[in-house]
């Protein structure tokens, strides 16, 4: 199992990098996300975090082993388990995740069907399924974002302007998010995952169980998806159960 590469980045393209490690080189499958990110260290020594596999040929009649390299053991740690979804393999899981993996995980958490449906071969039923099974477990991953806006990709070719091609995501993600019901009304401030996951946490310590705080909090959002911090939506939360506080 080769679980760590450190080499020389010879090559990106469109979804693989070639890294020379000595008198090898290993061509290493890479998510969207990273791929400008790799563009740019071209010629610098780099350490992808791995996942060896094997990939069927002929309809399983053969296999060639893969690598798939990341920029992080948190990374590849996430997308093990996007991978377990059904009906997410491999190669599907590469072409999709064009944002970072942190948005994603605070998409899943915020059941931000939108921006999830917005990503390349994840139609509405597999967002979904991704919210409903993976949003228990996203969470650590969620946090790493800091709560930094959720970005769509767009379908803008990659030579277009910069300020089009940024205009062009902006209305994509608009116009996507607008149309999933549920979905955040335009210009409203979005709260951030981890603001969600400590209104979670603080209705466990006032005696909740996980389940009806995490029930609580997600009705306070859908009647007012305005608010913008912990402490509103916790206040939010407990006025639904005719709480003073």
């Not at 990110?37 to 020594?45: A, F, H, I, S």
């Not at 994840?122 to 790493?144: C, F, N, P, S, W």
């Not at 959002?221 to 639904?240: H, T």
Request: charge should be neutral; charged fraction near 20%; hydrophobic fraction near 45%.
């Amino acid at each position: 199992m080769i679980s760590r590469i450190e080499g020389t980045l010879e090559r990106v393209g469109d979804d693989h990098a070639l890294v020379a490690v000595g008198a090898l080189a290993y061509e290493v499958s890479i998510p969207a996300a990273d791929v400008q990110r790799l563009q740019d260290r071209l010629g610098e020594t780099v350490l992808l975090h791995t996942l060896h596999y094997l990939e069927s040929q002929g309809q399983g009649a053969s296999f060639w082993p893969r690598l798939i390299g990341f920029q992080s053991e948190a990374d590849r740690d996430f997308f093990e388990l996007v991978t377990s979804v059904k009906g997410i393999g491999v190669r599907r899981a590469l072409r999709a995740l064009t944002i970072p993996f942190p948005r994603v995980a605070e998409a899943i958490v915020r059941k931000d069907l939108g921006t999830l449906v917005a990503l390349p071969e994840i139609g509405r039923k597999t967002a979904e399924t991704m919210v409903l099974e993976l949003r228990d477990k996203v969470e650590r991953h969620a946090m790493r974002s800091g709560g930094a806006p959720v970005a769509a990709p767009s379908n803008t070719p990659s030579n277009a302007p910069l300020g089009r091609t940024a205009a062009a995501k902006g209305r994509r993600a608009a116009a996507v998010s607008a149309s999933a019901p549920g979905a955040m009304p335009a210009g409203a401030p979005p709260i951030s995952a981890s603001a969600v996951l400590d209104a979670v946490h603080v209705l466990v310590q006032l005696g909740e169980n996980r389940l009806d705080a995490r029930s609580l909090i997600d009705a306070a959002l859908e009647r007012a998806p305005e608010i913008a911090s912990a402490d509103a939506l916790v206040a939010a939360a407990l006025a639904l159960k005719g709480v003073a506080r």
